[in-house]
């Protein structure tokens, strides 16, 4: 009787699962047919040579001739418009020039006008449940039109920019291109992928953020591109400092200090201590923390970063000079960008002696503009304890891409919350 | 008859011959008064005439013939005042009175440190006080246990280098004096590496006492490109008994190939500080002795004076960068 009632149960779930996958299958070839018309190829051309210089995928949305599509896909042209053109590529092979019209670096999307129309405008639909299938189409490494089956994963709790987490492959070429939900709405745009069906979308609602404002307009073109990146990398660099202001923060204790650790769920830290051997004479440990966050400005340029860390270094055995020879040595920091003399200026720094948790530290601001993207700055923050013979202690926080005065009260802020404990 | 002297400088040696009856025959030729082995010289040359008190170069050689104070004679005879310089074809002469004034004797002088440099005691304290700071030095900057056989290893190189300078040093007496000055070339040679340490780690105090490097980088250039063409020099004057500004010359031109190492590292500093920098330049000294003119402020305080002096800084680069673009597009 038993194992008649489990032979049922096998074959009840072994046909819902069959079911599922037809009904999946039977989604993907409608939508194939359906929503294929309004996806193209989009193609950064240099005016010079006429050959593509970037490839993604665009689809129609709102309206017969508005595309939206990645920020990165149309980046080259975003930056030197004298030096490229953008075009579109159909399925039949039917090629004209796009003009863009608006974008959101931050989540990296743009919107792009077609002087004539392109197809049926999709729709934006919500985020379906966890684990809803969901469909990525796309035109893959150049190789043609593709719709890539996978699933929901909700949206990335530990990340700052929301992006939704898909099981699917995405493969380059794809990005830009729109994440259907099975009734074949839009629900977000493929960006990025890690590889083995790790992949990552901008949910479409940053998108209707971008369409609403342009309905507002008229679709009128953004005119100085350069102040409108600024002002949206500093609007989110300064909303992301004041959540991580207003958070409350855990702490460590790293020697004779607590300092605050993690600043926000979008900030990890590691340790980073290099393992003593014997003959050591000296201990240092290590914490470095950072978001995981950055923005893609151009092939060369990603900005956004937020990255801190924490050296503790102690002896017993060495002589004070021996011993500050070492820690002098650690107090070097950098700040890891790619930004060159076209992007910023040189760093202005200014170091003096102040009162941190009872203690004096040598404390050092340095900072550098970007000379394109007016307001924002890289700002590079140092404190080193001093009058300790045989105690030394670093801290360094640095941002890229960010609203001076807002990464200050961030500094100043973490250094008040420094305690020393005997 | 007034006596003269004929002064002849072959290959740097100087000879002098003393002319009491005239007329004096000069050349190749073994009938000569003078006779002056130098092939491009003829076998008759030249004579010296003394008419009524008036002497007189009378040229001979068809060949490279001769030269009265840089100009060229011919075969007649031409009246010449003492002293005269003669170039008999490739050969220099000066053609001088015996009561001609020479120049004042040079006191072998041991005035000042230089004495003290000449003295073997101090010549080997210099070098044992080096040597020990080569020590030192690599002793503060191994923060592990290390036998003292690996630091003598470590220090040894530059211990051949110093000994080797000195030897250099040493050999400039020897070309020019004949004499091995060993003592005081040591102690040069200790001061070579001594003084631009000893430069360093009193900038390096500097930079914690002003925090700023500015001055510690200034007395570190000052090390690298005076003080070694001064000690140099100062050898060469004491040792060789030149005057100073030859000795300038030759000091600076021995140390002309370390000098044109230490002007492309100070270009390159230079270019980094005038051109665009990636990594930012800040006050990095740490000491264990927190001996500094700056007094402790207020984060508040800070902060205030850091933003003003940041912004100020960044609004000028930012003004001239983008002048510089609009220049270029």
């Given amino acids: ?5 489990s032979s049922a149960l096998f074959l009840l779930l072994f046909s819902t699962l069959l079911i599922t996958q037809a009904q ?25 040579t006429g050959d593509k210089s970037s490839i993604g995928s665009g689809f129609v949305i709102n309206k017969e001739n508005i595309l939206a599509t990645n920020y990165h896909v149309v980046s080259e042209y975003i930056n030197d418009p004298d030096l490229f053109r953008l075009e579109y590529l159909a399925t039949n092979g039917e090629k004209a020039p796009l003009e863009l019209i608006d974008f959101d670096i931050v989540h990296d999307l743009a919107v792009v006008k077609s002087k004539k129309p392109m197809g049926t405008p999709l729709t934006i639909a919500p985020l379906p449940p966890k684990g809803a299938i969901l469909f990525s189409l796309g035109n893959p490494m150049d190789l043609g039109f593709t719709i890539v089956k996978g699933s929901n994963n909700g949206i990335l709790a530990k990340a700052e920019d929301g992006n939704i987490l898909f099981s699917g492959s995405l493969n380059p070429g794809m990005s830009g291109g729109p994440t259907l939900n099975k009734e074949g ?9 890690s590889g083995n069906a790790i992949s990552f979308l901008v949910s479409a609602e940053y998108l209707n953020i971008i369409l609403d404002r342009l309905e507002k307009n008229n679709y009128k073109p953004v005119e100085d591109r350069f102040a409108h990146s600024a002002e949206q990398i500093r609007a989110s660099s300064k909303k992301i400092v004041n959540k991580i202001l207003n958070n409350k923060w855990s702490s460590k204790h790293i020697g004779n200090i607590t300092v605050p650790e993690r600043l926000d769920k979008s900030i990890l830290c590691w340790d980073a201590s290099r393992k003593p051997k014997k003959d050591d004479l000296l201990r240092s440990y290590l914490t470095t923390c950072s978001n995981r966050d950055n923005i893609y400005v151009s092939d060369s340029l990603n900005i956004g970063t937020i990255n801190y860390d924490y050296t503790w270094m102690q002896t017993k055995d060495l002589s004070p000079t021996r011993f500050y020879r070492h820690y002098e040595k650690r107090n070097h920091s950098i700040i890891g960008s790619r930004a060159n003399k076209r992007d910023v200026t040189n760093f202005s720094c200014h170091t003096d002696f102040t009162q941190i948790a009872s203690q004096d530290f040598k404390t050092t601001v340095c900072r550098r503009d970007y000379i394109k993207y007016e307001g924002l700055s890289d700002m590079m923050f140092t404190t080193a304890l001093v009058g300790k013979e045989n105690k030394g202690f670093l801290f360094n926080l640095d941002f890229t891409g960010t609203d001076s005065k807002t990464a200050l009260k961030l500094f100043t802020r973490m250094l008040e919350t420094f305690k020393w404990k005997k | 008859m007034e006596k003269v002297i004929l002064e002849t400088i072959q290959r740097g040696v100087h000879r002098y011959h003393k002319i009491d009856s005239f007329p004096v025959t000069i050349g190749r030729a073994f009938d ?7 092939v491009t010289i003829s076998p008759h040359h030249l004579a010296i005439l003394n008419e009524n008190g008036a002497y007189q170069i009378h040229n001979l050689s068809n060949e490279n013939g001769t030269k009265v104070n840089k100009n060229k004679i011919g075969n007649e005879p031409v009246e010449v005042s003492l002293p005269a310089n003669l170039q008999i074809s490739g050969l220099k002469a000066r053609l001088l009175a015996t009561d001609m004034k020479v120049e004042e004797t040079r006191v072998q002088d041991c005035s000042g440190l230089f004495c003290i440099f000449s003295s073997p005691i101090w010549a080997t304290l210099l070098l044992v006080v080096t040597i020990a700071l080569f020590f030192v030095d690599r002793y503060l900057s191994t923060p592990v246990v290390k036998e003292p056989l690996w630091y003598l290893s470590n220090v040894l190189p530059s211990v051949w280098v110093m000994l080797g300078i000195g030897i ?21 040679a200790s001061l070579i590496f001594l003084v631009p340490q000893v430069f360093e780690y009193i900038g390096h105090f500097m930079a ?20 070694i063409p001064i000690l140099l020099a100062t050898f060469i004057v004491k040792t060789v008994h030149s005057k100073w500004l030859p000795a300038i010359g030759v000091a600076v031109l021995a140390y002309s190939p370390f000098l044109a190492y230490q002007v492309l590292g100070l270009v390159d500093e230079l270019s980094l500080m005038s051109g665009f920098s990636k990594v930012p330049s800040y006050s990095h000294t740490l000491l264990p002795k927190d001996i500094r003119l700056n007094k402790t402020i207020s984060l508040e305080q800070f902060a205030k004076e850091a933003e003003k002096a ?12 983008k002048e510089k673009e609009e220049k270029e597009s």
């Fill in chain 2, 32 to 38: 000569n008064d003078i006779i002056l082995q130098d």
């Fill in chain 2, 168 to 188: 250099l040093i040493a050999s400039i007496s020897r070309l020019s004096t004949h004499r091995w000055e060993v003592i005081p070339a040591i102690s040069i």
């Fill in chain 2, 208 to 227: 914690y006492l002003f925090t700023s490097d500015g001055l510690g980088s200034w007395l570190k250039n000052s090390a690298k490109f005076l003080i």
């Fill in chain 1, 1 to 5: 009787m038993l194992s008649k009632i």
């Fill in chain 2, 310 to 321: 940041t912004s100020l800084n960044v609004e000028r680069m930012l003004k001239k960068a």
């Fill in chain 1, 185 to 193: 709405h839009v629900i977000g745009v493929n960006v990025a992928t």
């Fill in chain 1, 24 to 48: 999946a299958e039977i989604a993907a070839t409608s939508i194939y047919s359906t929503v294929g018309k309004s996806v193209y190829q989009i193609r950064v051309i240099n005016k010079q």
